[in-house]
């Protein structure tokens, strides 16, 4: 820019005439005052918005690494440390984190006291996960530099995953096989693991699956019983009541047969049990069955920890939650999460489109129109809990109140609709995020060419043909930017949701095998409420607080992957209209 | 009321040799409180070329689209006076406009195919209309193309994109987009005025051969193309018709002054 503003005087000097000096002097003074003047020249504003467009990319560069970091280290298996206090006593726990603090100086002894406060009162501690709450009623410990005497990784140390109580820290005293004491010995101990899990596995089965299903059959005769007692009297219903009764004794001795098959598994499972001793000596003896995964975590390989690694990752999104959502897997929530979007998606996209469509192609423009456009465009401002209270009040207690009234009244006093669940929540995030929607379709269809919808109406196509034909192809890739941006809205968002039907855990999903097999009036689990319930709301916070960032590291990939699918398919249909067809 | 009947667009074909097919009586326009056309007076004769001539914002482009009605999309717009298609009153009561569009093709400034293949940019028109028979659609794709000169170049990728062709062949798609639904009037705004020289010839050429079988009326800037392509022209100036008479007598002998101005160059 300078260079170019000194070049110039030389080349007006030649274009003028040679004989007016005095007037050449004048141009020449006013260019150069021109260069040298830098806030006309714009450049400290560059370097602000610059700075500024840095600094944005930088905090969300290093938010995305940090949940990143975190999510992808936590299912890494860590070495688990034994620590010998200087009052004596011995504790084993894998280090979490560490960090400085300033002790309680009267209490300490004169020579580590001397120590600290040459260090301006500060000291350094470190957290471990002891583990074992059942024996010790904490998780944690913190244990200062100054209290440490020796660290040590002893090899006989394992770290135990168990199915109630949490991680246990410790070694293997001994097992016992089929009723029978014996040593420990790796091979037997891992296969009998395999078998009793996979006991474990078949009683969750037939308790889930089949008594599952005769409960639900015994609820519904029930249910069928007070309808016909509701519909028809009770002298009426009398013979349909005896027959559904029969059908109930039925069930119940089905419902029998498999009880006991469930404690004969159970039994068994009582003789196959493990012996495991924490550090300081004390011991414990659960069944192998209890045991979800273990491993000798400071002597094995690298191999192996990747086998673990990637096994905790595949749990977690697979199996169901369990201590309180702080171990086992998130998949109700992924579950629930994607369910409620699509669902979000499949009311607000007609919705919203046609909206739009008679905003901006058939209403008369003018002052009603605007008015009614600036209320859309201030809907997208308002707080998301004032669509969850909305939410709560018409939708599920005076719509879902409705419903039930009309068509659920053998259940009643337990509402169906008329609570929290699925629908609702969708509606009412549809209704968050469909201003979103109207904006950008209102856009699309604005940036299509007059002369399209000329050339259309001139060929002696109707004003609805010319829409429907020629306008929303051309204006597709455009609504469909704006039902992803929707959809990134709606998948984020946690605060309506926790009025209208998000819960901590569900007890089944939105969707099963059982008529009609989409249950809309269900409540869900969502990863947005499952980090803020896991990493505060649970009773052991730090036990929560990894599960924090992988859940966020899930959260964002799934949204990520919902709007790129999103965009490959309007990239599709971008390609499918421009060659097109009716 | 009075419903004009149109025949179906597809069969009708008697076009008798001369006379006026479309006449224009005493018409005005304003556009909410500024009148743009003023008294226009007008007979296009069948099978032959009209051109519009005049400088910019003179109305000529107005007064085409009142011609098919196009103009009802602009708010605020108002009329007064007669245009009539074989004595039915256009803008009378009760008038399909529909099927009033139908009958006149039009072929706008700048090319404007939709993005669709170039058969459907084609079969469009009768698409819209309700015909699905393979067999029509395959044939009238055929004869618009050949009608608008277009064939042999893109028969073999009937099936790909219309926006894939160049500027010349997309204005002569819209002409074969035009005369697909067999028009009795061909309306052309300004229809070179987006192209190079050599396409502005081909379409010229066409305009030569389409004559006879449609009436074309046209709007032009360039008063070259006027005298080289018309049979009759008109010369409008600020909203108001000042002279129509067969190109020849406008161009070479006008009886206003003001059309010798324009046609000599001394003004717009």
Same mark, same amino acid.
């Given at each position: 820019?300078?260079?170019l503003?000194?070049?110039?005087?030389?080349?007006?000097?030649a274009?003028?005439?040679?004989g007016?000096?005095?007037?050449?002097?004048?141009?020449?003074?006013?260019?150069?005052?021109?260069?040298a003047?830098?806030?006309?020249?714009?450049?400290?504003?560059?370097?602000?918005?610059?700075?500024?467009?840095?600094?944005?990319?930088?905090?969300i560069?290093?938010?995305?690494?940090?949940?990143?970091?975190?999510?992808?280290?936590?299912?890494?298996?860590?070495?688990?440390?034994?620590?010998?206090?200087?009052?004596?006593s011995?504790?084993?726990?894998?280090?979490?984190?560490?960090?400085?603090?300033?002790?309680?100086?009267?209490?300490?002894?004169?020579e580590i006291?001397?120590?600290?406060?040459?260090?301006?009162?500060?000291?350094?501690?470190?957290?471990?996960?002891?583990?074992?709450?059942?024996?010790?009623?904490?998780?944690?410990?913190?244990?200062?530099?100054?209290?440490?005497?020796?660290?040590?990784?002893?090899?006989?140390?394992y770290?135990?995953?168990?199915?109630?109580?949490?991680?246990?820290?410790?070694? #293997?005293?001994?097992?016992?096989?089929a009723g029978?004491?014996?040593?420990?010995?790796?091979?037997?101990?891992a296969?009998?693991?395999?078998?009793?899990?996979?006991?474990?596995?078949?009683?969750?089965?037939?308790?889930?699956?089949?008594?599952?299903?005769?409960?639900?059959? #015994?609820e519904?005769?029930?249910?069928?019983?007070?309808?016909?007692?509701?519909?028809?009297?009770?002298?009426?219903?009398?013979?349909?009541?005896?027959?559904?009764q029969?059908?109930?004794?039925?069930?119940?001795?089905?419902?029998?047969?498999?009880?006991?098959?469930?404690n004969? /598994?159970?039994a068994l499972?009582?003789?196959?049990?493990?012996?495991?001793?924490?550090?300081?000596?004390?011991?414990?003896e659960?069944?192998?069955?209890?045991?979800?995964?273990?491993?000798?975590?400071?002597?094995?390989g690298?191999?192996?920890?990747?086998? #673990?690694?990637?096994?905790?990752?595949?749990?977690?999104?697979?199996?169901e939650?369990?201590?309180a959502n702080t171990?086992? !897997?998130?998949?109700?929530? /992924?579950? !629930?999460?994607?369910?409620?979007?699509?669902?979000?998606?499949?009311?607000v996209?007609?919705?919203?489109?046609?909206?739009?469509? &008679?905003?901006?192609?058939?209403?008369?423009q003018?002052?009603?129109?605007?008015?009614?456009?600036?209320s859309?465009?201030?809907?997208?401002?308002?707080?998301?809990?004032?669509?969850?209270?909305?939410?709560?009040?018409?939708?599920?207690y005076?719509?879902?109140?409705? /419903?039930?009234?009309?068509?659920?009244p053998?259940?009643?006093?337990?509402?169906?609709?008329g609570?929290?669940?699925?629908?609702?929540?969708?509606?009412?995030?549809?209704?968050?995020?469909?201003?979103?929607?109207?904006?950008?379709?209102?856009?699309?269809l604005?940036?299509?060419?007059?002369?399209?919808r000329?050339?259309?109406?001139?060929?002696?196509?109707?004003?609805?043909?010319?829409?429907? &034909?020629?306008?929303?192809p051309?204006?597709?890739?455009?609504?469909?930017?704006?039902?992803?941006?929707?959809?990134?809205?709606?998948?984020?968002?946690?605060?309506?949701?926790?009025?209208?039907?998000?819960?901590?855990?569900?007890?089944?999903?939105?969707?099963?095998?059982?008529?009609p097999?989409?249950h809309?009036?269900?409540?869900?689990?969502?990863?947005?409420?499952? #980090?803020?319930?896991v990493?505060?709301?649970?009773?052991?916070?730090?036990?929560?607080?990894?599960?924090?960032?992988?859940?966020?590291?899930?959260?964002?990939?799934?949204?990520?992957?919902?709007?790129a699918?999103?965009?490959i398919?309007?990239?599709?249909?971008?390609?499918?209209?421009?060659?097109?067809q009716? | 009321?009075?419903?004009?009947?149109?025949?179906p667009?597809?069969?009708h074909?008697k076009?008798?040799?001369?006379?006026?097919c479309?006449?224009?009586?005493?018409?005005?326009?304003?556009?909410?409180?500024?009148?743009?056309?003023?008294?226009c007076?007008?007979?296009?004769?069948?099978?032959?070329?009209t051109?519009?001539?005049?400088?910019?914002?003179?109305?000529?482009?107005?007064?085409?689209?009142?011609?098919?009605?196009?103009?009802?999309?602009?708010?605020?717009?108002?009329?007064?006076?007669?245009?009539?298609?074989?004595?039915?009153?256009?803008? !009378?009561?009760?008038?399909?406009?529909?099927?009033?569009?139908?009958?006149?093709?039009?072929?706008?400034?700048?090319?404007?195919?939709?993005?669709?293949?170039?058969?459907?940019n084609?079969?469009?028109?009768?698409r819209?209309?309700?015909?699905?028979?393979?067999?029509?659609?395959?044939?009238?794709?055929e004869?618009?193309?050949?009608?608008?000169?277009?064939?042999?170049?893109?028969?073999?990728?009937?099936?790909?994109?219309?926006?894939?062709l160049?500027?010349?062949?997309?204005?002569?798609?819209?002409?074969?987009?035009?005369?697909?639904?067999?028009?009795?009037?061909?309306?052309?705004?300004?229809?070179?005025?987006?192209?190079?020289?050599?396409?502005?010839?081909?379409?010229?050429?066409l /305009?030569?051969?389409?004559?006879?079988?449609?009436?074309?009326?046209?709007?032009?800037?360039?008063?070259?193309?006027?005298?080289r392509?018309?049979?009759?022209t008109?010369?409008?100036?600020?909203?108001?018709?000042?002279?129509?008479?067969?190109?020849?007598?406008?161009?070479?002998n006008?009886?206003?002054?003001?059309?010798?101005?324009y046609?000599?160059?001394?003004?717009?």
């Open positions: 820019m300078t260079s503003n000194e070049q110039m005087p030389p080349a007006s000097g274009a003028g005439a040679a007016v000096a005095a007037k050449d002097a004048v141009k020449r003074r006013r260019v150069r005052r021109f260069s003047d830098l806030s006309a020249a714009g450049e400290p504003a560059l370097w602000g918005f610059g700075g500024a467009l840095a600094l944005g990319i930088i905090l560069a290093g938010f995305l690494m940090m949940v990143l970091y975190n999510g992808a280290t936590t299912f890494w298996p860590k070495p688990i440390d034994r620590i010998e206090l200087s009052d004596g011995v504790i084993a726990g894998v280090e979490r984190r560490g960090t400085i603090f300033r002790p309680d100086l009267p209490r300490l002894d004169p006291r001397a120590e600290v406060e040459a260090n301006d009162g500060f000291a350094y501690r470190t957290l471990y996960q002891t583990a074992n709450f059942d024996l010790y009623g904490d998780d944690f410990q913190w244990v200062a530099d100054f209290e440490t005497e020796s660290v040590s990784q002893p090899d006989d140390f770290y135990f995953e168990r199915q109630t109580w949490g991680v246990f820290v410790g070694r #293997i005293a001994g097992m016992q096989i029978q004491s014996m040593d420990y010995d790796p091979t037997v101990f296969r009998e693991q395999r078998a009793a899990r996979a006991r474990f596995n078949e009683i969750r089965q037939i308790e889930r699956n089949e008594i599952g299903r005769l409960n639900h059959l #015994i519904r005769e029930r249910l069928n019983q007070r309808r016909a007692l509701l519909r028809q009297g009770e002298e009426a219903a009398a013979p349909e009541i005896a027959a559904s029969e059908r109930i004794a039925e069930l119940q001795a089905e419902f029998q047969v498999l009880q006991a098959r469930v004969e /598994i159970r499972d009582q003789s196959y049990r493990v012996t495991l001793e924490e550090v300081g000596g004390r011991s414990i659960p069944e192998i069955s209890q045991i979800v995964r273990f491993f000798p975590a400071n002597t094995i690298f191999t192996d920890k990747l086998g #673990i690694y990637f096994s905790r990752w595949w749990e977690f999104v697979s199996t939650p369990r201590e171990q086992g !897997g998130v998949l109700p929530a /992924i579950f !629930g999460t994607v369910a409620m979007t699509l669902l979000m998606v499949v009311f996209a007609p919705f919203g489109v046609i909206t739009a469509l &008679y905003l901006r192609e058939y209403a008369k003018g002052r009603i129109t605007s008015i009614v456009r600036i859309v465009n201030n809907l997208a401002g308002v707080p998301s809990i004032v669509y969850g209270v909305f939410g709560l009040g018409f939708f599920a005076t719509m879902g109140g409705t /419903i039930d009234q009309l068509f659920y053998e259940s009643l006093p337990n509402p169906t609709f609570k929290g669940g699925i629908l609702w929540a969708s509606l009412t995030l549809a209704l968050l995020t469909v201003p979103v929607v109207i904006v950008a379709t209102e856009e699309a604005a940036a299509v060419p007059r002369s399209m000329e050339g259309s109406l001139a060929c002696g196509a109707s004003k609805w043909q010319t829409i429907r &034909y020629v306008v929303l051309k204006a597709l890739p455009g609504i469909m930017t704006g039902m992803i941006l929707a959809m990134a809205r709606g998948a984020g968002e946690v605060a309506p949701l926790m009025l209208v039907g998000v819960v901590k855990l569900a007890p089944a999903l939105p969707i099963d095998g059982f008529y097999f989409i809309l009036d269900r409540s869900f689990m969502h990863l947005g409420f499952h #980090i803020f319930d990493g505060f709301q649970s009773r052991n916070s730090e036990a929560g607080k990894p599960m924090v960032f992988v859940t966020t590291l899930l959260l964002l990939s799934l949204i990520v992957a919902m709007n699918t999103a965009i398919v309007r990239n599709r249909l971008k390609r499918k209209y421009a060659t097109g009716f | 009321m009075d419903t004009i009947e149109f025949e667009t597809s069969y074909v076009k008798s040799a001369d006379g006026p479309l006449s224009i009586e005493n018409f005005n326009l304003w556009y909410g409180e500024s009148q743009a056309l003023y008294d007076n007008m007979e296009i004769q069948k099978g032959q070329v051109a519009l001539i005049g400088p910019s914002g003179c109305g000529k482009s107005t007064l085409l689209r009142c011609l098919n009605r196009m103009n009802d999309l602009v708010d605020g717009l108002r009329i007064d006076g007669r245009i009539t298609v074989d004595g039915f009153d256009i803008y !009378g009561k009760g008038v399909d406009v529909i099927a009033l569009r139908k009958r006149m093709g039009m072929v706008f400034q700048k090319p404007n195919p939709f993005a669709m293949s170039i058969y459907d084609i079969t469009y028109p009768l819209v209309d309700g015909v699905t028979k393979k067999s029509i659609l395959d044939e009238t794709v004869r618009a193309l050949q009608q608008a000169a277009l064939w042999k170049e893109v028969k073999d990728r009937l099936q790909e994109s219309a926006l894939g160049s500027g010349g062949q997309q204005q002569r798609l819209c002409i074969a987009r035009a005369v697909a639904s067999d028009p009795e009037v061909l309306l052309m705004d300004e229809p070179c005025s987006a192209l190079d020289p050599i396409a502005t010839a081909r379409i010229e050429e /305009i030569e051969e389409l004559k006879g079988t449609y009436s074309i009326v046209m709007v032009t800037h360039s008063m070259a193309q006027a005298a392509v018309s049979d009759n008109a010369f409008m100036y600020l909203g108001r018709l000042i002279e129509f008479g067969d190109t020849e007598t406008i161009f070479t006008p009886k206003k002054s003001r059309t010798n101005d046609v000599t160059g001394r003004f717009g």
